[in-house]
């Protein structure tokens, strides 16, 4: 078991829409993220998209005065679809590289509501948690209920015997950012005691580390 009462972390990484959402209140929460990052003197990490609440979340925290770092694809960032990043810009070749270089970065995670994307790297991250690869807390804004389905989906898969009681603790939960934060400063991450045995260093002639440092 690792972790102590509180983490002490400065670079978060959020996951979310490119699209406001239907109501206001989607936006309102990427805001108040955005402002309660730079007001916890905490540096934010995301897509790297202006649009949506990407655009919300990362604005207000480099208005706030949070650092802020975009990481996105060429292939995305051609052509002006997602418009100008907010802050500096880490162009990269794949997703693969894109979520790998999050995970670098990150102290911690956060998602707020989203498609298709959003929920792509919520459970990349929690697989890559359930695995070893990482220890890092994972968080849902549970904005108006939004995530409520998808907790029901993994208690089912815990009733299921489809994943075990330590792997749903990975999903840490709040309704207002504040909440969420200092869930992720309290998290102790609890092992799956069957994949502990895993050794990711196996077969490596030589362990390689790449050259991400963020200037933060």
């Keep these: 078991m690792e972790g102590t009462s509180t983490r002490q972390f400065r670079n978060i990484c959020v996951f979310c829409g490119s699209q ?11 805001n108040n993220l955005g402002k309660m990052l730079a007001e916890r003197k905490l540096h ?19 208005v706030g005065g949070s650092q802020v770092l975009g ?11 997602t418009g ?19 995970l670098s970065h990150a102290d911690a995670f956060i998602a707020l509501p989203g498609g298709l994307g959003t929920l792509e ?37 815990v009733e299921c015997q489809f994943i075990s ?9 709040a309704s207002t950012a504040n909440e969420l934060l200092d869930k992720l400063k309290t998290f102790v991450y609890e092992p799956d005691a069957v994949l502990t045995q895993i050794d990711w260093t196996v077969g490596e002639s030589k362990k390689r580390k790449l050259d ?3 200037r933060l």
């Excluded at 060429?74 to 679809?81: D, H, K, S, T």
């Design 20 to 30: 406001p959402g239907k109501n206001g209140d989607f936006v309102d929460a990427a």
């Design 44 to 62: 934010l990490i995301y897509g790297g998209d202006s649009l949506g609440l990407m655009g919300c979340v990362s604005t207000a925290a480099l």
């Design 71 to 81: 990481i996105i694809p060429q292939a995305l960032a051609r052509g002006n679809l």
């Design 84 to 102: 100008k990043t907010v802050g500096e810009v880490q162009h990269v070749f794949s997703m693969h590289e894109r979520i790998a270089n999050m």
């Design 121 to 157: 790297e919520i459970f990349q991250i929690a697989s890559w948690a359930h695995l070893n690869l990482h220890k890092k807390p994972i968080g849902l804004l549970n904005v108006n209920n939004f995530f409520d389905e998808l907790f029901l989906f993994l208690d089912k898969a």
């Design 165 to 173: 009681q330590a792997t749903r603790k990975i999903f840490l939960s």
């Design 212 to 214: 991400l440092t963020l």
